[in-house]
């Protein structure tokens, strides 16, 4: 097949997990297209089935937008024609799937609709629960789902969330992120460990994410103070966002910066991950959670949120602990437990490896291709 891609290149889990499912699909042989205003961060090294096409948005002083959104429609038109793509996958209902439709709109005076692209959206959390959340913006997100030829969510979770904001004409399919257990797997190395400043026996907790309001981030600095009460412990923040300023002000206030670490935006996280005995996850809301699963896949139990998808692939007791948002005392309370008790730690690693192997990219990238399958099937006729 010849696919298209359309997605995010920022930080965060639909750019990742858009980039490895790119990665995965031209690994098994299929033409892949990307379209991005720049390269996807986890979109690496070069591969012969693989292709970028930067989109550049025009800028003119009458409007006060950019025309990423037309010149994306613009770009996946041109490359859909002339490449003849059978698929192009928007993650993300805006702009991406609207952007699409566009495109198909483009070329109805150069091929028969049977022979334009199939169009797949993937939503990911942002499109639905926040900006869909937005009045203004409701009919606009419902319009992509029910133009989409196919339409998936990363979790059932979402999928729920979709049907009871937007009732939505179409059937959504729920297909979870995934991770590569070869590559996610855990392999410490004291070089980084140095490099860190961690030279002692010190516990390492860890976090990654886009840093915006609704990752909680006030609440792991309060878990986290205490913590150092109790236990010799480093945190690792890992990421960028709205709400690292504040952080940063916070842990100088209760004096404990120097066990702190802000190491901003890194693509290559497994070798943090392959150091940390913990990851703290306390969002007030989570599509999916692709960072602690990829944590799960290195031996890192989680604390997170009994919220959104994490209780989907985190089993509370067995891979970590899930509990109510904005519970500090009993975040400090079990993560103490797991970073305390080596047996029941060994036990959780173990069974978070074991866990993670559920959801390998494999297995979810061989859904993805019937799923483009079945929509390629369903538009020719007879």
Do not use: W
Request: contains cysteine; glycine residues 8%.
């Amino acid at each position: 097949m010849k696919i298209g891609i359309s997605c995010h290149h920022t930080y965060g889990g639909s750019g990742a997990i858009a980039a490895e499912l790119g990665k995965a699909l031209a690994g098994r042989g299929h033409i892949v297209h990307f379209f991005s205003q720049a390269a996807p961060f986890r979109l690496g090294t070069f591969s012969r089935n693989i292709f970028y096409h930067e989109v550049e948005a025009m800028h003119y002083p009458l409007f006060e937008c950019p025309f990423y959104s037309l010149a994306l429609a613009s770009k996946i038109a041109d490359v859909a024609y002339y490449e003849k793509l059978d698929v192009v996958h928007a993650h993300y209902a805006i702009p991406h799937a609207l952007s699409a439709m566009l495109a198909r709109q483009m070329l109805e005076d150069k091929c028969a609709e049977t022979r334009c692209f199939r169009l797949a959206t993937t939503l990911h959390g942002t499109d639905i629960t926040v900006v869909g959340a937005d009045p203004g913006m409701q009919d606009v997100v419902r319009l992509a789902i029910n133009k989409s030829d196919g339409v998936t969510a990363v979790s059932g979770y979402l999928r729920d969330e979709t049907r009871r904001m937007f009732t939505p004409k179409k059937e959504i399919s729920v297909i979870p992120n995934f991770v590569d257990t070869a590559l996610f797997s855990r392999s410490p190395d004291p070089e980084i460990r140095r490099q860190l400043g961690l030279l002692g026996s010190e516990k390492i907790v860890i976090h990654i994410s886009n840093f915006r309001p609704v990752k909680c981030i006030g609440d792991i600095v309060s878990v986290f103070a205490a913590l150092t009460e109790h236990i010799d412990v480093t945190m690792l923040f890992v990421g960028d966002g709205p709400e690292r300023g504040a952080a940063e002000i916070r842990v100088r206030e209760l004096g404990i910066a120097d066990r702190v670490r802000f190491l901003g935006k890194i693509d290559d996280i497994v070798p943090l991950l392959s150091l940390a005995d913990l990851m703290l996850m306390p969002s007030n809301a989570e599509s999916f959670g692709l960072a602690a699963l990829e944590a799960m896949a290195c031996g890192v139990p989680v604390v997170a949120t009994d919220a959104g998808g994490f209780p989907e692939f985190i089993v509370s007791g067995v891979h970590g602990y899930l509990l109510p948002p904005g519970d500090i005392g009993e975040m400090t309370e079990k993560s103490l437990l797991l970073l305390q008790d080596e047996a029941l730690h060994q036990a959780f690693s173990a069974a978070c490896v074991r866990q993670a192997k559920r959801f390998e990219t494999s297995l979810l990238v061989e859904r993805y291709e019937a799923f483009y399958s079945e929509l390629i099937e369903a538009s020719r006729p007879g």
